[in-house]
């Protein structure tokens, strides 16, 4: 079982491959904003639930991956400005996907000939949702209709996990 998963990036362990993650990082906060009142305490306004904001580092290391491969990869997973599905343990984190939004690289190594032997990455991403989209996956109206949102449901998440692996 993976680790975790970014759209169809795995994070596992195996006798041949190690890629895996360290200092993973992410957090759920409201969104307020506090709106002043003349002669008083302002008031705390409660606009909803924030972005996910979900970090974390990657090893790269030549005897299990092609490192520059790797940097590129993620490099040009940025640059398509798409947000992915992101599970942890088997399980989604949001039901919103996630954004990748920084590709930082450090302690990078060459070898002979330019070879990339060892790199870490740092990755940040934030909680993906497109304009006027609610956090929720469905909304009751008062004629008993159901209105959907841009949020994926989590059967659509799983057939889109499922069609991926095949």
Request: proline residues 2%; charged residues 30%.
């Amino acid at each position: 079982m993976a680790i975790a998963t970014f759209g169809v990036k795995t994070f596992d362990v195996s006798k041949n491959k190690i890629y895996t993650f360290d200092n993973i990082a992410y957090s759920l906060a409201l969104n307020v904003e506090n709106q002043e009142v003349e002669g008083k305490k302002p008031s705390t306004y409660i606009k909803g639930i924030g972005l996910i904001p979900l970090s974390f580092d990657i090893l790269l290391d030549a005897r299990f991956v092609d490192v520059k491969a790797e940097i590129d990869w993620w490099d040009n997973q940025l640059l398509s400005k798409e947000p992915e599905i992101f599970t942890l343990g088997g399980k989604l984190l949001s039901n919103n996907r996630f954004l990748l939004k920084t590709v930082s690289k450090s302690n990078i190594v060459i070898g002979k000939k330019g070879a990339y032997l060892k790199a870490m990455l740092a990755l940040e991403f934030e909680e993906y949702a497109s304009s006027g989209a609610k956090t929720t996956t469905k909304k009751k109206t008062s004629k008993k209709e159901t209105v959907k949102t841009h949020a994926m449901s989590p059967d659509a998440i799983k057939a889109i996990e499922e069609a991926k692996k095949k």
